[in-house]
C-alpha cells in the first residue's frame, strides 16, 4: 500500500469489519498516529500508522 495515497477524507478498507456491520472507514487524521471513522455510525478510533499499514485491505476513494 503506498501510504502517500492516504490524505484526510480517504475511505480505505479495513481487513476486520467493525461491530456495527460496516468495513469501509474515512480518515480523519493523518500523522504518527491514524484517526479513523465509521462511515455507519460515525465511531471514531485512533491506531498508529505502523498498525494501521498492517490492517488496511485497500483504498476506495
Known sequence: MNE???IVGS???MKKGHPCGEN???V???G?????KCVKCSRI???PRVEFNKKIKKFVK
Open 24 to 26: 469501509l472507514w474515512e
Open 45 to 47: 478510533v485512533m491506531m
Open 11 to 13: 475511505i480505505v478498507t
Open 4 to 6: 502517500n495515497k492516504i
Open 32 to 36: 504518527a498516529d491514524m484517526k479513523l
Open 28 to 30: 480523519i487524521r493523518v
